[in-house]
């Protein structure tokens, strides 16, 4: 579905979860997705970068992790080192900089508390696309 992967290593994806189309998943620093995580279409997950503090051009990686029922909204993007927890919502076009908390909504640019959701994980994250 025309997603494209930085790299061969460091990804794990956990049971039931969907990445829909045009994804940008980079692992080269490590990519953790959980269980029944729903990944929206066009979202951008990276796990590396550039040293702004140092003189040329040096790269650091950073491990993302993405906690289970947790639902990214499409063309958000998710930087290096973030963490988000169980349950959480990243709306759509989003710029995740910074860890959010278990069952945290957050939106923006950058991404800021928006509410709670409610702690109701009776759900699957299965999904059947009509046309592929």
Known sequence: MDCKFDCAKGLTIGNNSVINANCRLDSR???EIGNNVSISEDVILLTADHNEDLLGVVNREKNV???DY??????AMILPGVNINKGAIIAAGSVVTKNVEALV???GIPAKFIKIRPEKFDYTANYKRLFQ
Do not use: C, K, P, Q
Not at 70 to 75: C, E, L, Q, S
């Open 65 to 67: 992790y993405i906690d």
């Open 105 to 107: 909504v957050v939106g």
């Open 29 to 31: 620093g490590g990519l």
């Open 70 to 75: 947790v639902w990214i909204g499409t063309r």
